[in-house]
């Protein structure tokens, strides 16, 4: 029995080695091996930005990251397994930076003592209590009382007393803070609503009173 000398042996990506670029597919890290063959410096390097020129073209949201023609290069470098002797317009990464590990960034774990004022609270209060005496820090006391009472009001009762939110104020400010004895908050309105974000007194009913006034307003 012959055998077919003319058959074409078909490979599968899952039968080669895995790519560590695959956003330039295997065409381009053949081409950087064979650039590696090149003898001559000068046309290794000329190569090499013509190679460069082709993963632009092929990866072009590249170009929506700072400083993308030094990646391009770096990765030009890193498909070469860093065995690259070429003049090229950046410096050659170092392995050992593509395995560092990225930095740690530290979390919060202080407990947040009063929730429904939330964790920027104390930072706002700490600058508050640094400011001098004077009309600038009353301004900014009041400011501050109000927004407590929006909060406290979502997040707690229907209604609260201002003795109440300057006490708090104190409180949290290690007392550094003396609220004014003549402070007055401004009234609250009967419309206004401080419902919890996501939430609605009338659930499921907007929609519908939203789908009649329409209605109304086609007539």
Known sequence: METDTNTIKL??????????????????????????EIPDREKRSSQAKAIVKVMETLNPQ?????????KL??????MAGYDLDIDAPFPAPAP???SARPMVIPIEKNPIR????????ESIIDLIASEPEGEVKQALIR????YMRQQYLIWNKDSVADETIFADIEKISGYRIKVPSDLELSKISSDSNFSRPGFTLNPGGGRKNQRKGNRKNKR
Do not use: C
């Open 143 to 146: 400011s501050l009382a109000t």
């Open 96 to 98: 050992e930076e593509r």
């Open 11 to 36: 490979y599968y990506n899952t039968e080669r080695e895995k790519l560590q670029m695959p956003e330039y597919g295997r065409i381009v890290l053949s081409m950087v091996e064979q650039l590696k």
């Open 73 to 78: 290069w770096d990765h030009l470098y890193m």
């Open 114 to 121: 009063y929730n429904h004022y939330g964790r920027n609270i």
């Open 62 to 70: 590249v170009h929506t990251q700072d400083n993308y023609a030094h």
